[in-house]
């Protein structure tokens, strides 16, 4: 930043809401008064043309009103206003303004007052001409060398030039090749437009080839250039930027040589008329306008650039002179003399703010206040550092650094509907024949402070969608209340891994501090399932216990009651709108629950679903040592399947991204072959080119849809994944009795937070972690301590280790392991079962192999053992351990509890 700052001459602000750009201000002597002092004329896009003679009474005064010679409304957009001598028969100054549709000629006059308001000035159309094409900018000069007059060149926005003869139209030519007009400015030196073109490079035509070039009024123009009548409209040189243009303008040195100045969107370049670059200047900062200018120093030029960090540079070639801060972004900028004042630099931007200002050398510094010398007093600064340095100790005792109290500056909460959508907000769905309901979340978000641009993003978990993912709020008072109401529903076939939904506000304090907050919300289980039928048979089923009697279902799920069924105590069904049949037991006199269903997977949300209940009605009886657990089996074998569905589609995709490439490859060679026998003056037989051509690009469609299919299964896959890990975290949890903390831990190994990619996938992130955990809390011996693991994840050859892995964090929960963050207390822990039992070496079970160790965890029926860990707690050796099933001690299973139910029914 500068220490100097433009010294303000005179400025005003133009208009309410106007816009301008860089053609809309010009300095000249428009109303020819012949005293040297130049008048500003400023036209905006809301057709508004105004005409400036500032003389301040002293500098830094604002407009007065007699300041302001002439306003007049034009009511068309005004794009660039120029002045030159653009009326035959006379060589007096003219005002040329430039609408979309139309050029204007006008005379500006002005007549002498007798009183003090001053002269009166008025302008007076001396002719216009309709324009057949949109207009984006002109230029002007003595095209073809004419004495005495400017002729006037327009460019439309498809790229073709408009030739004026003052009052009448001469010809009209299209650029080749133009895109997308870029800036044009005209050389009186070489007679040659100079433009940058769509394709980044400077481009000049001379206006004698523009001349004689075909007329593009001619329909014929393409056959006649095959023909070879008439000329081709030619380039003279081109010269590749690499770069957009902003702004082209030409500075001649002397009678001999000019040079072309090219503003860029990084660089500014300093052209010869040859097209040669003589030098160039790339920029720290983002340019908006430049001015080039003859130096005092003799074969220099000086420019200024505007940029938008409200500065402008003053550059002698290349070398930064001088740097002065603006109070606005200028989008154009002029010198003239005003006021008997020469050099008086004159800025616009782009919301109506015009500037005279001068460089000055007044710095803007603030100088701190001298402080009074005093002696030190080293005592009382030993006593207070030493009684900093207790506080200090006594904080980092407490274990938690005390956190201030203070009140956020944006409040942000959720609330979802109790009831679904009377009428569903679901669109273009993918779940089948169901109607699939919808229900709404409100948003309400509260400020303390006065924010702008507060930014609320939904998040939910797929295949759910919200009607609403992302809105912008505008706190512009103190203690404003805002809602914002969406729906969320189920898009695809398959059942989310989660029913949790997340806001997240992001915005910046009024100091600049960027803030997030977020906002969790829980979706009811009745979105994604409906009431349905109970099964009798299931492929995998689940039993948990509780330590309380047990409680009726229709208390538990009053939403999922049938009316038709009178007797749904023990028993309930659920039907998820994109998975199987769920089937709910509860047994009449022990504390059990059963969950059972055709896929593994779908035990998920019910299960989670129950014993979110069952702690909330406990809660509402007053019964706080209510407690969950699972004794059964893990279910490893049905997970490890799922893993591997996973592992398949990812190692599938990877196979047909390979083969898709090979056949982009082999297309591409193909078609350069066919290319080259095409361009051949002696075209050679194709050989049956056309047909290979044929069926690779049939092989190619083929390859992309079997990519994309592969990619929505495993999407699909992955959902199911991660439905099966939070089950099994779950049942790890009831199993081994975890903490909030450990269960965190146990989360954050199984569910990282990078998603599922092609690049890094989940299983090689949960087996890094997984490893981390059997190194650090989880060792059995020092040696396992001092292993070090792999910096680089790759994608493994299979999932087996992954497996082993799994398999072993199991098997050292079951043997009293403790999940923990510090390694020292891991490496400190005693392996102690529960119950004072000695640890079981792990010998045995780390030699054998990956299904023996699989079996160690997993039954399909699973129902409940004899002892709580029969499963890991063998008398000898890990080789003779199988689950002893046992059937219900106290009561009939589950199994009986629906049979009779049916019976009764019957």
Same mark, same amino acid.
């Given at each position: ?573 659920? /039907?998820?709108? &994109?998975?199987?049949?769920?089937? =709910? @037991?509860?047994? +009449?006199?022990? $504390?059990?629950?059963? %969950? #059972? ?52 589609? /990812?190692?599938? &995709?990877?196979?047909?991204?390979? =083969? @898709?490439?090979? +056949?982009?490859? $082999?297309?591409?060679? %193909? #078609? ?61 949890? =009831? ?9 965190? %831990? ?62 072993? =964090? ?97």
């Amino acid at each position: 930043m500068s220490l100097f700052k433009a010294r303000d001459w005179w400025s005003t602000i133009l208009g309410e809401k106007e816009e301008f750009d860089q053609g809309c201000l010009c300095l000249a002597d428009v109303d020819n008064s012949g005293n040297g002092q130049d008048k500003i004329i400023v036209g905006s896009f809301m057709g508004y043309l105004r005409i400036f003679n500032p003389h301040p009474v002293k500098t830094g005064d604002g407009t007065q009103a007699e300041d302001l010679l002439l306003e007049v409304h034009l009511r068309d957009p005004i794009l660039q206003v120029e002045v030159g001598k653009f009326v035959s028969g006379t060589e007096m100054l003219h005002l040329a303004v430039l609408h979309s549709r139309k050029l204007c000629v006008y005379s500006v006059s002005g007549t002498l007052g007798n009183v003090e308001h001053g002269n009166q000035y008025h302008i007076k159309l001396m002719y216009e001409h309709s324009l057949q094409r949109t207009a984006c900018n002109m230029a002007y000069g003595p095209f073809g060398g004419v004495k005495g007059r400017d002729l006037i060149c327009i460019q439309s926005m498809d790229g073709m030039l408009m030739v004026f003869e003052q009052e009448s139209y001469a010809f009209g030519r299209f650029l080749p090749g133009s895109l997308l007009p870029g800036p044009l400015a005209y050389s009186s030196r070489t007679d040659s437009f100079i433009t940058v073109s769509s394709c980044q490079q400077v481009e000049s035509y001379k206006y004698q080839v523009l001349a004689f070039a075909t007329d593009v009024d001619k329909k014929q123009e393409t056959e006649q250039q095959k023909l070879g009548s008439g000329k081709r409209l030619v380039v003279d040189w081109t010269l590749n930027i690499g770069e957009q243009a902003l702004d082209i303008c030409i500075v001649p040195f002397n009678q001999s040589a000019s040079s072309v100045f090219v503003l860029g969107e990084r660089n500014f370049f300093c052209l010869k008329d040859n097209g040669q670059i003589r030098f160039m200047k790339k920029l720290d900062c983002n340019p908006s306008c430049f001015l080039p200018y003859c130096s005092v120093s003799e074969g220099t030029i000086n420019t200024l650039i505007g940029n938008h960090n409200n500065m402008l540079h003053i550059y002698q070639d290349v070398t930064l002179k001088w740097a002065t801060q603006l109070p606005h972004v200028p989008v154009a900028v002029r010198v003239g003399c005003l006021h008997d004042l020469k050099g008086v630099i004159v800025t616009l931007s782009d919301d109506g703010h015009l500037q005279c200002s001068y460089l000055g050398t007044d710095p803007s510094l603030f100088q701190a206040p001298k402080v009074e010398s005093r002696e030190l007093n080293y005592e009382e600064l030993d006593g207070e550092l030493k009684e900093l340095q207790k506080i200090i100790k006594d904080v980092k005792s407490q274990g938690v650094w005390p956190m201030t109290e203070r009140e956020d500056d944006l409040k942000v909460s959720a609330v979802v509907s109790p009831n679904l959508d009377s009428v569903s907000q679901a669109a273009n769905v993918e779940v089948g024949t169901d109607s699939v309901p919808s229900i709404t979340v409100k948003v309400t978000l509260q400020n303390r402070v006065v924010l702008q641009k507060a930014k609320l993003s939904v998040y939910v978990q797929p295949p759910l969608v919200s009607t609403c993912d992302q809105c912008t709020f505008d706190f512009t008072v103190p203690e404003m209340t805002s809602t914002v109401a969406f729906s969320v529903y189920l898009k695809r076939s398959y059942t989310p891994s989660e029913l949790e939904g997340n806001a997240v506000v992001s915005y910046s304090r009024p100091t600049g501090i960027p803030r997030v907050i977020q906002c969790k919300f829980r979706l009811p289980l009745k979105l994604i399932c409906l009431p349905g039928q109970p099964s009798k048979t299931a492929s995998h089923k689940l039993t948990v216990e509780t330590n309380k009697s047990p409680v009726s279902l229709l208390s538990l799920f009053p939403d999922f009651a049938i009316q038709s069924d009178d007797d749904q105590v023990n028993v309930m069904g659920f /039907r998820l709108l &994109g998975g199987s049949r769920v089937t =709910l @037991l509860a047994s +009449r006199t022990s $504390q059990r629950y059963r %969950i #059972q269903s055709e896929q593994f997977e779908d035990l998920w949300l019910v299960t989670n679903e129950l014993t979110y209940r069952l702690q909330e009605y406990f809660e509402k009886q007053g019964i706080k040592d209510f407690a969950c657990s699972f004794s059964g089996c893990l279910p490893l074998q049905e997970y490890f399947e799922l893993i591997d569905h996973h592992f398949e589609l /990812r190692i599938n &995709g990877e196979k047909l991204e390979e =083969l @898709l490439s090979e +056949r982009a490859v $082999q297309f591409r060679a %193909i #078609q350069r072959r066919l290319l080259t026998r095409f361009k051949d003056k002696t075209p050679a037989p194709l050989q049956h080119l056309d047909t290979l051509l044929d069926g690779t690009y049939k092989q190619v469609i083929a390859l992309a849809e079997a990519v994309e299919e592969n990619q929505h299964s495993l999407f699909q896959s992955f959902a199911r994944l991660k439905s099966a890990t939070h089950l099994m975290i779950l049942l790890i949890r =009831l199993w081994q009795k975890l903490s909030a903390e450990q269960t965190a %831990i146990l989360e954050a190994a199984f569910l990282p937070l990078q998603e599922d990619t092609q690049e890094l996938g989940w299983e090689e992130m949960v087996d890094a972690a997984i490893a981390h955990l059997l190194k650090t809390c989880l060792s059995k011996s020092s040696k396992e301590q001092a292993l070090s693991l792999s910096s680089q994840l790759n994608i493994p050859k299979d999932t087996s280790q992954l497996k082993r892995h799994i398999t072993l =964090l199991c098997d050292r929960l079951a043997k009293g392991g403790r999940l923990c963050v510090s390694s020292d207390a891991a490496a400190s822990q005693a392996m102690v079962m529960p119950g004072g039992c000695t640890p079981i070496p792990e010998s045995d079970l780390e030699e054998r192999s990956l299904e023996d160790s699989t079996e160690l965890f997993t039954n399909h029926n699973h129902l409940i053992t004899e002892t709580p860990h029969a499963c890991f707690s063998p008398p000898r050796s890990f080789g003779t351990v199988r689950a002893k099933l046992t059937s219900w001690k106290e009561d009939a299973p589950p199994e009986a509890d629906l049979r009779e139910h049916r019976t009764q029914q019957t």
